[in-house]
């Protein structure tokens, strides 16, 4: 037994000699060529001060068949730098003797974290790589805007209770609910960005009134807070604007985009012209007895309905192209227009009379039938769809005069990446629109005049 134990130790012993005189030893040399990169110019979306942005990546090829050792990766600027590297797993500005095996890759992750007030329009600045081949470096770039905070906690209520103005010299950056007081008003200028984060929302309390005032080109942006424009396509990454009995809105020149309900509105009057919402989980705009008129006003991409009608309420929709190819959740009915006189309150249902009128307006997504509505026995409920192009399946349950019926708008692309919902040259929906009405909205969502061969929906 002895001697069979010595035996074992013996040839573990060989054996573990036998690996380690031909282990792997690597030698890693100076590189002879130039390295290769994934891109040379890494462009961050904007960010704002004191909000990390999203990391992105940078890859490092070493195309010798040799082992190298990179004698220096750094930041030019620094330690003043607004970015931050990391490389093979560590953070930093400046590193050294970084081995990359032969024909093999690396990462090189970047982020930005501008500071409070920080001054630059633009960052700019460059990873350099020093080998004995050359020096080279890959750009980066970014924008930075300063921000202005509103963040409800415990002991911050987060409440407007003055009169209130923004403009666009600062992004509005919200985190929790921020409330407009009973009576007061906010006036949102063009160009002014409002960002929120996860389940943040800004809340219209009674009687007060939400004035929001872009232009052409200076639209007035609310969104998530994700810095990269793809989340603007993703729904739920904030709740949405809500309104309160009494309220009002005055929206002209807007994009709500990304949330779960974009405006929610109680008893509310509103007037929402040249304003593209799209992209949210549950409805664009949710009116529960509201009064809305809305003109060159564009829609598509919400789970429930682009306009959500409940209690009744008036509403004139013109010129306005709501279009919805929702794809995220095939159990979500992704209508154009639902329409009732009820509403259940809590555990209360109520019901109220409902006008809706829609002229000059397209209609039109994945749904079989795009409109869909459902009058309480004992209500009014009065619609009209003049001169418009709707899509409704076989048979729809409701007027319609003067229109076009179950024919492709043929949109220019209706995928909210790149979502473009003017009409193709062939369209037929082009020079159908009522002359009359489009007289009262001379110019489209674009400004080009429509008073001669309207064509339907809110571009010309």
């Known amino acids: 037994m002895n001697k069979f134990k010595l035996i074992f130790a013996f040839s573990f012993w060989c054996l573990l000699t036998a690996v380690a005189c031909n282990r792997d030893d690597i030698s890693f040399e100076s590189p002879s060529q130039l390295l290769r990169f994934s891109a040379d110019t890494v462009f961050c979306d904007t960010v704002y001060n004191q909000v990390r942005s999203e990391t992105y990546a940078v890859k490092i090829y070493n195309d010798e068949d040799k082992d190298v050792m990179i004698p220096k990766i750094s930041l030019e600027k620094g330690a003043t730098s607004l970015y931050r590297i990391n490389v093979d797993g560590k953070a930093g500005t400046d590193f050294t003797n970084i081995p990359l095996r032969k024909n093999d890759s690396l990462y090189v992750f970047v982020e930005i974290a501008p500071v409070a007030n920080a001054t630059e329009a633009i960052a700019e600045d460059r990873i350099q790589f020093q080998t004995p081949a050359g020096n080279q470096h890959v750009t980066l770039f970014s924008v930075v805007q300063d921000a202005e905070f509103f963040i409800q906690s415990a002991s911050n209520p987060n409440v407007l209770n003055t009169n209130t103005n923004w403009t666009n010299e600062k992004a509005k950056i919200i985190f929790g609910d921020l409330t407009l007081e009973d009576g007061k008003t906010l006036d949102i200028q063009k160009g002014t960005k409002v960002y929120f984060h996860k389940n943040s929302g800004l809340k219209i309390s009674k009687n007060a009134t939400l004035n929001v005032m872009g232009d052409l080109g200076q639209e007035v942006v609310f969104r998530g807070d994700r810095n990269d424009t793809r989340y603007d ?8 604007i809500q309104f309160e009995t009494g309220s009002k809105l005055n929206m002209n020149y807007a994009k709500v985009m990304g949330g779960t309900r974009g405006l929610e509105m109680t008893e509310t009057d509103a007037q929402i012209k040249n304003t593209i919402i799209h992209t949210h989980q549950e409805y664009g705009i949710f009116a529960v007895k509201s009064n809305i008129n809305a003109s060159n006003l564009v829609m598509n991409n919400c789970g429930e309905a682009d306009l959500g009608i409940f209690k009744g309420g008036t509403y004139n929709i013109t010129h306005s192209t709501l279009a919805n190819y929702w794809d995220f959740n095939s159990a979500l009915p992704g209508l154009g227009i639902y329409a009732t006189n009820e509403y259940q309150n809590g555990t209360a249902v109520e019901n109220g009379p409902l006008t809706l009128k829609v002229n000059n307006s397209i209609i039109y997504g994945s749904a079989e039938n795009m409109v869909e509505l459902k009058p309480i026995s004992g209500q009014t409920f009065t619609t009209e769809f003049n001169y418009s192009l709707l899509k409704y399946g076989g048979k729809a349950s409701y007027a319609i005069t003067n229109s076009v019926k179950n024919e492709d708008p043929k949109f220019v692309n209706y995928f909210t990446q ?14 159908k629109g009522n002359p009359a009405v489009a007289a009262l909205f001379p110019l489209d969502i674009v400004k080009v005049s429509r008073t001669s061969s309207p064509t339907i929906g809110a571009y010309q």
């Open 418 to 431: 790149k979502m473009n919902l003017r009409v193709k040259d062939d369209s037929p929906a082009k020079q």
């Open 233 to 240: 396509t993703i729904p739920k990454n904030w709740n949405g």
